[in-house]
């Protein structure tokens, strides 16, 4: 046993460069590198197959870095506390070390009886920033420059070997059997692992990004020109600040090269380093407010929506049964691969909040399973923001029929996870309703639609604005303004707005961007 043992735990962060945690560890003593598979986070109805089977490639790379350091990386399953205690009690522990996470509910009341243990027994717990957001913040003024000035701080050195701790058996990657996760069919999902991940940011900076600015709005086009870089970022494969740095570098090559091919890679990089401020600038809101996981972010929308699911459009919906081809189409591909742009996950949500008036925690939950990529803090507030309760944001209602016409206007995207409507004129395939040969079809082998879309759009519309008119609405939307709205965008809360006045740009388009100057 050795008081000068320094555990690393590792979490979102499954990589030893850029590790700011094994970095300050390794300075201070013998480190113990500790993955736990907590089996009750797995029993969490946020979590999925795709995401273990993600997180266990990755976890099977980084033990194979570990061996090149010469201690093997520790994993052990159950309770952090109770492995945590057990490390303690036969190797000691002066120091535990992770980085901040922001997760769901569950991490946090797990992190808090870390928390105590540590405490109890005398252990430093020390937890390091690994992205823009920042603790204990009272507001954003700031914070945009703050998140600037991180991401051009020095990474983390690799440490270049470890002293091996003795009488520690490695442990086994678990499978999802062993964690008793259910299963999670997803055969195109994206795999995981350092090598993947720099190999997806290599490929999208030497070119395939340079269509990304156009093409990130379409399915058809976003699954090629997005970065996919998202479940890397979620599980740290790959850090915040490597990416960052990346793009940084890569827009300082393309400065002064007048091609056309340069100049359109340099409007993209700086359109996409634009959504890498803004995947912190959402993880903020959670973990500033974490209640907002399952509570409505304004309190006047409590009892808007049912508490409860209608079964019949919540199934149909998640199985991409609705009757509107697009809108299916959108979910079957997220079902099989774990990922989808993000215009089509502001429609799926958006569709099931309004035209279906489901409650955005169900269907929020669905879609966290489905998404490889997963990532708490932008995933509830970007639930809600799509389901109109921030209270702050642009009520968006959007139209599965005209998202078809407009993303996918030659039915490619549809044809391909809609095979039943292979029969359909191309005229008809995003309305499929209209053609003669409908009959045959609808209510068939494809659905008929579950709802008149337009209608219970106007409906849902009316029934959101009628929320905002509640007394004392004006004063709690000023102040989820003042706490997460960003200082950068000029963009002034809702109830702030007069008759008469334009309306301020959609916070999705006006997020605070690093100056970085054109050719």
Known sequence: MSAATQIVWFKRDLRIEDNAALFEAAARG???????????LWRQPDASGRHWAFIAETLAELQRSFEGLAQPLIIRTGDSVAVLDAIRKSHG??????HEETGNGWTFARDKAVAAWAREHGVQWRELCQTGVIRRLKNRTGWAKAWDGFMATSQAHSPRILPPIKNLHPGGIPSVSDLGIAPDACPERQSGGRRKALATLDSFLAGRGRSYRRGMSSPVTGFE?????????????????????AVWRRLGDLKGDPTPEAKALRASLVSYFGRLHWHCHFMQKLESEPRIEFENFHRAYDGVRPSEADPGHLAAWSKGETGFPFLDACMRALNATGWMNFRMRAMLMSFA???LWLPWR??????????TDYEPGIHWPQTQMQSGTTGINTVRVYNPVKQGYDQDPHGVFVSRWLPELAGVPDAFIHEPWKWEGAAGLLGGAYPERVVDHIAAAK??????????????????????QEKHGSRKSGIRAINQRRTGERRAPSPQMSLALPIITKD
Do not use: N
């Not at 522990?93 to 992770?98: D, F, I, N």
């Not at 479940?231 to 915040?240: D, Q, T, Y």
């Open 353 to 355: 909040s309004y035209q």
């Open 362 to 371: 169900e269907t929020g939950l669905h879609l966290a399973r489905q998404f």
């Open 93 to 98: 522990a002066a120091a535990l070390w992770s």
């Open 225 to 245: 020109q997005c970065s996919r870089l998202s479940p890397h970022l979620a599980f740290g494969s790959i850090s915040m600040r490597e990416t960052a740095q």
């Open 30 to 40: 013998p480190v113990i590198p500790l993955y736990i598979a907590e089996p009750e």
């Open 459 to 480: 409906l849902a519309q009316s029934k959101v604005y009628g929320a905002r008119r509640s007394g004392g609405f004006h004063a709690q939307a000023d102040g989820i």
